[in-house]
């Protein structure tokens, strides 16, 4: 079971932080402009490496080394922090997990219309105007994840990781060579080192809440605090687990900085101030066509096994509450085997009734607010602070029993301030995003 090496966990990392995310980093930069946008992506790194390398001292307790076991984040915030923190963790989490889902199904049906746009435009050429409604294909994608819901551990299948990883680099690197094609033939757009320009193309107001926007959306790229543990859990024994973990921290989080400031800084000298929020479903590509819809194709792929990945946790952590609660009941807890030929599975009524439920709920909050960077950036907000600094810290802290006042404890504690600020602002800037659009076009009636 604990075979894992520091080349092993660094690719789990890597695999984790390169996703649909990686593909509104263009337009993040071109809101911060050249020095910003650096500048931001390079701390923003620094403070994921800070408080991964925190976490991994958590894996063990109350010893880094010889200590106990935690095999999940949640499992190391009870045993560290008490059950008050271990509640408080869980709502943060599956409310975060609930709107990652809920992201994922307006990303993928993003990509679809993308895809439909695409040879629209290549049929009826590039000022058609060719404009589709992302309904239907995001309630087709809800028809498919209830039955995928049903798989009895769809998340734990081996080689969705694998699938995972093969697509996510392969948008990310479609998106790169389209970006370093458009610069070379010398179609790049006007870039700036503040990026968007005032009094041009945006107001002040709307550079500020762009911005915060922007800071939401690269926080929710280099984000990976809820996995971490789970994969410290894979590694040996020996070395101690903690160091080979702060190693694999080093890798993976320098490779992920150098694969976002790509993406981030060719997508900008790409398109210029003019970019737009995805990079592949933004159509500043139109051809090669089939490229694009490859990249598409690859996005829906991915997406569509990550949404299991992050409902499955909020499934049985409501499932494991009706067990304990109806102990005795049938339709909670009795599982009804059934064959389809030579396939055997088995139906769980209440399992049937609570993940259906789940995903159209889902569904029907994606079609009211398909806003792909607004809906970035909130997950980014609600994440990143909580699960990503404030808990480990809190945890380091605890378990390294730093007292209160020393000069370590305010420096952790001013860092979990600041970061506390930066979610606030990002968390404004998605709601006001949203708002703004909302206004503009009316829920369920979307076309992109």
């Not at 980093?25 to 991964?52: E, H, K, R």
């Not at 009895?152 to 970006?179: D, Q, T």
Request: contains cysteine.
């Amino acid at each position: 079971m604990f075979r894992g090496t520091v080349w092993t966990a660094g690719a789990h990392i890597i695999t984790a932080v390169v996703g649909a995310g990686v593909l509104s980093l263009a337009w993040s930069v071109a809101q911060l402009g050249w020095i910003f946008g650096i500048s931001i992506v390079l701390i923003f790194a620094a403070i994921t490496l800070y408080t991964a390398n925190l976490l991994a001292d958590c894996y063990r307790s109350p010893d880094p080394v010889t200590g106990k076991r935690n095999y999940t984040y949640m499992e190391a915030v009870q045993n560290i922090l008490g059950g008050g923190m271990y509640v408080a963790c869980g709502w943060v989490q599956n409310i975060s997990l609930t709107g990652f889902v809920i992201g994922y199904t307006v990303t993928t049906s993003t990509s679809m219309v993308a895809i439909r746009k695409s040879n629209c435009f290549h049929k009826r050429g590039h000022e058609a105007g060719c404009k589709f409604s992302n309904n239907p294909y995001m309630i087709a994608l809800g028809i498919l994840e209830i039955f995928l819901s049903q798989i009895p551990n769809f998340h734990e299948l081996s080689w969705l990781s694998i699938l995972a990883a093969v697509m996510s680099f392969g948008y990310a690197g479609i998106g790169i060579g389209l970006s370093i094609t458009r610069i070379i033939s010398g179609q790049g757009g006007r870039t700036s080192i503040t990026g968007v320009e005032v009094g041009v193309a945006v107001s002040q107001a709307e550079k500020i809440w762009r911005v915060c926007t922007a800071l939401g959306n690269i926080a929710l790229a280099c984000s990976y605090a809820q996995i971490s543990i789970d994969i410290q859990d894979t590694l040996k024994s020996s070395p101690p687990e903690n160091k080979v973990m702060k190693k694999a921290n080093m890798i993976g989080i320098s490779t992920m900085t150098i694969f976002f400031l790509m993406c981030g800084c060719l997508g900008y000298a790409a398109f210029g101030n003019d970019t737009r929020g995805n990079m592949l479903t933004g159509f500043g590509f139109y051809e090669p066509f089939w490229l694009v819809d490859l990249g598409n194709v690859m996005i829906v792929v991915h997406l569509v096994g990550a949404y299991q990945v992050l409902a499955q946790p909020v499934f049985r952590v409501v499932e494991l509450w009706a067990s304990m609660r109806w102990p005795k009941s049938e339709f909670v807890n009795v599982e009804h085997p059934m064959n389809i030929g030579k396939i055997k599975f088995s139906i769980n009524s209440f399992r049937l009734i609570w993940r259906t439920i789940f995903v159209v709920m889902v569904t029907v909050l994606a079609m009211a607010m398909p806003f792909f960077n607004e809906m970035l950036a909130l997950l980014g907000a609600i994440g990143f602070w909580p699960l990503g600094v404030y808990f480990p810290v809190e945890m380091y802290i605890a378990q390294k029993k730093i007292g209160k006042r020393t000069i370590r404890w305010f420096g952790l504690q001013i860092l979990n301030f600041v970061c506390l600020i930066v979610s606030l602002a990002a968390g404004c800037g998605a709601i006001q995003g949203m708002n703004k659009a909302l206004h503009t076009t009316k829920p369920f009636q979307f076309k992109e």
